[in-house]
């Protein structure tokens, strides 16, 4: 190839780079958990969806300038454990949290009442269902975007019955708070899931965030694209 048809080449793509037909998308890259009482980086901000999201427009839902409200978030979720290739029927929608950047979701199994996993619904511009990053990815020892239920070799066996206890999980939260968050307090609720707990984090009394535990190393992980909390409703 002569250098100027590699110059040409390159222009082309860069007119359609510009132009929109070609989109260039930076993915957020999740940071390196921190040890207990300490913070990582968490996910890195970034540009374009996350891992495993489906349009809801695909799901059959109308693209419109109107926030999705609570409900549609709820049948948003279902449409995606229906048709996103999941196709398991004991997995159900259990919670639903309404935060300015996107509605999350909770996922649990009927039959044994577990937490399974978390999505995130962009609820104001792509209308995506999408994983939500950070621990749901990466400490969940059972499921994962992609690829369904899974355990070992991709992990350890999964199970809710972790080295960490759910108390211990919320003294190891405190202590990060206390650094990094004085005045701020962890709730006394604990959500489980396989590999690591999620916790909302309070003041005054009110959900002003939330963070995850590693439920074998201990590890804390602090949200950091929630946004503002809104509203909470269980199913």
């Known amino acids: ?45 970034g540009r374009g969806p996350m891992m495993g999201c489906q349009p809801l427009w695909n799901l059959g839902f109308p693209r419109t300038l109107d926030p999705l409200t609570i409900d549609q978030a709820v049948e948003a979720t279902q449409k995606y454990l229906t048709f996103a290739g999941r196709g398991n029927p004991d997995l159900v929608p259990a919670k639903v949290i309404d935060f300015t950047n996107h509605f999350q979701v909770t996922v649990k199994e009927q039959s044994t009442g577990a937490n399974a996993f978390n999505v995130v619904i962009d609820k104001l511009a792509t209308g995506a269902v999408c994983w939500e990053p950070g621990a749901n990815v990466l400490w969940n020892t059972k499921y994962h975007p992609g690829r369904g239920p899974h355990g070992p070799p991709f992990g350890p066996a999964p199970t809710t019955q972790m ?36 916790l909302f984090v309070l003041k005054d009394g009110k959900i002003v965030g939330e963070l995850s535990v590693n439920g074998r190393l201990g590890l804390v992980w602090y949200h950091t694209w929630h946004g503002p909390f809104v509203e909470l409703k269980k199913l």
């Open 163 to 198: 080295t960490v206890t759910a108390e211990r999980a919320k003294e190891l939260a405190q202590k990060f708070l206390n650094v990094f968050l004085p005045g701020t307090t962890v709730d006394s609720a604990v959500d489980t899931f396989y590999g690591f707990y999620d």
């Open 1 to 45: 190839m002569t250098k100027k048809m590699l110059a040409s080449i390159v222009g082309l793509v860069l007119a359609l780079v510009l132009a929109g037909t070609l989109s260039v998308t930076a993915w957020a890259q999740p940071g390196p958990g921190p040890g207990p009482g300490q913070p990582g980086p968490g996910p890195q901000a």
